[in-house]
């Protein structure tokens, strides 16, 4: 961090290095103090620790609402209740077959507020995402050539006046709290939009919100990955290594040697309307298969998540297991189900559509 703010000095202000105090100067002393500090708050580092606990909450959003209730979801419901407390659960319809759900709890030890948005649940979910990849304008806040994958983007807005009424009545409630946004899959990008959208509209102050996401796929163009990493100060963007979803259904524009590019030299950079070209947000935590080292990259770092240029060279379990939590309400098994009626002993709300998908992946 502090060569990091070096480098912004000697890159953006030569000027200071011209005048700047010598070297046994008090003003040296105090200036060098804080960059230390500025550069300390720019962000926080990745917690290991941190991160199993938002996983198991991003996957709490997989679990039937009177599982919830009682915390009574198994295995999953025993780690997290001596920490969280149940606050709500919402689901709305968002068409036929799909809709969109998102739990809040609460951990009164760390002081947070805890939303976290369900991941794809269904099928005809899964295709809409699979074949949808139109370009939106986003028209939530103000960001010049802001473009967003539609489908999240239609999703969100389905909850959104519900979450916005619950982060300003939960903020008044417990004004010193953090507000922690987190989801898998289709719920990591929600848990984007979520975290950009209550910062820019003035609900919760950006210092005080924190976004760890699990397998995410692209959710807006380059204008808008920018502005959500200059807002959203606290965040990770944690990816099981060749897990499929990162890449897949929604592409980035690729140069010559298939690399990631931002299009803005595409004339029709900005507009709504055609294919959706994406651009990863900052923050990324990538994990070897294993889930036991991970290193931390930038968005589209071509030696990260985006190193696989084939489809097929990408994984669907490693999508459905993260940090060692099978997600699915907690039970779900790779690759072949516990019974043909569902999950074993889970709830009866979780269908995963990705192990079918899985099996027909095999064949």
Not at 197 to 211: E, F, M, Q, T
Not at 288 to 302: F, N
Not at 321 to 341: D, F, H, Q
Request: net charge negative; with cysteine; proline share 4%.
């Amino acid at each position: 961090k502090k060569k990091f703010f070096c480098l912004y000095l000697d890159t953006h202000i030569p000027s200071l290095r011209k005048n700047f105090p010598s070297a046994n100067s008090p003003m040296r002393a105090v200036l060098f103090l804080f960059a230390f500090l500025a550069a300390s708050a720019f962000a926080a580092n990745y917690d290991p620790s941190l991160s199993e606990l938002f996983v198991r909450a991003a996957d709490l959003a997989y679990c039937c609402e009177k599982d919830l209730v009682n915390m009574t979801c198994g295995n999953l419901c025993k780690q997290v209740s001596p920490i969280m407390s149940y606050v709500k659960f919402i689901e709305k319809p968002a068409g036929t077959g799909d809709g969109v759900a998102y739990v809040i709890v609460r951990d009164d030890d760390k002081k947070y507020i805890i939303i976290s948005f369900r991941g794809t649940n269904t099928m005809y979910q899964l295709l809409l995402e699979g074949i949808a990849e139109k370009n939106d304008a986003y028209d939530l806040h103000e960001i010049e050539d802001a473009c967003v994958q539609s489908i999240f983007f239609e999703r969100y807005k389905v909850v959104r006046d519900e979450m916005i009424s619950d982060v300003q009545s939960l903020k008044a409630s417990y004004p010193d709290y953090t507000f922690v946004f987190t989801g898998h899959s289709l719920g990591a990008a929600l848990s984007q939009h979520a975290a950009l959208d209550v910062a820019l509209s003035g609900y919760v102050d950006a210092s005080k919100i924190i976004n760890y996401n699990y397998g995410s796929p692209r959710v807006g163009n380059y204008a808008w990955a920018q502005k959500y990493n200059e807002i959203i100060q606290t965040k990770f963007r944690v990816v099981h290594y060749n897990d499929i979803f990162i890449t897949w259904p929604v592409s980035c524009g690729k140069d010559s040697h298939s690399n990631c590019i931002t299009e803005q030299d595409n004339s029709h950079y900005g507009e709504p309307g055609g294919t959706f070209y994406g651009w990863h947000t900052d923050g990324q935590v990538f994990y070897d298969a294993d889930m036991v080292s991970y290193q931390e990259c930038s968005a589209e770092d071509p030696d990260c998540a985006d190193q696989w240029h084939s489809i097929f060279k990408r994984s669907i379990p490693h999508h459905l297991n993260y940090l060692g939590v099978p997600l699915g309400c907690g039970s779900a098994e790779l690759p072949k189900l516990r019974n043909a009626m569902g999950l074993g002993d889970t709830s009866e709300c979780v269908h995963l559509p990705h192990v079918g998908l899985e099996k027909f992946w095999e064949e």
